[in-house]
Nanobody
Framework: QVQLVESGGQLVQAGGSLRLSCAAS????????MGWFRQAPGKERDFVAA?????YYADSVKGRFTISRDNAKNTVYLQMNSLKPEDTAVYYC?????????????????WGQGTQVTVSS
């Protein structure tokens, strides 16, 4: 059974930092594109960052967030610095066998259950 499990979300003050983790199991993900998306209430699921042989970021997080992966642990991380209230959302981890559609959440085959990040002003 394929599973992606996110963790690390919590309440943090503006300007603070968090590190999200996404632990994958059930198949080998080392060749997949792994992505982070976020969804605020009443809004679409938005692309945040993705990693395959390169890394990709939404303009809104570039320079503040860093995505990385540890293939030995089948885990992907999202280091979030200089957090802003507008970063508040549920953050989802996804995996995709595609390499060129990393920002389109429709192209991801597997998803985790999400982890809540709340940034207070």
């Amino acid at each position: 059974q394929v599973q992606l499990v996110e963790s690390g979300g919590q309440l943090v003050q503006a300007g603070g930092s968090l590190r999200l983790s996404c632990a994958a199991s059930g198949r080998t993900f080392r060749s997949d594109t792994m992505g982070w998306f976020r969804q605020a209430p009443g809004k679409e699921r938005d692309f945040v960052a993705a990693i395959n042989w390169s890394t990709y970021y939404a303009d809104s997080v570039k320079g503040r967030f860093t995505i990385s992966r540890d293939n030995a642990k089948n885990t992907v991380y999202l280091q979030m610095n200089s957090l802003k209230p507008e970063d508040t959302a549920v953050y989802y981890c996804g995996s995709s066998v595609r390499y060129n559609a990393y920002s389109d959440y429709h192209k991801y085959e597997y998803w985790g259950q999400g982890t809540q990040v709340t940034v207070s002003s």
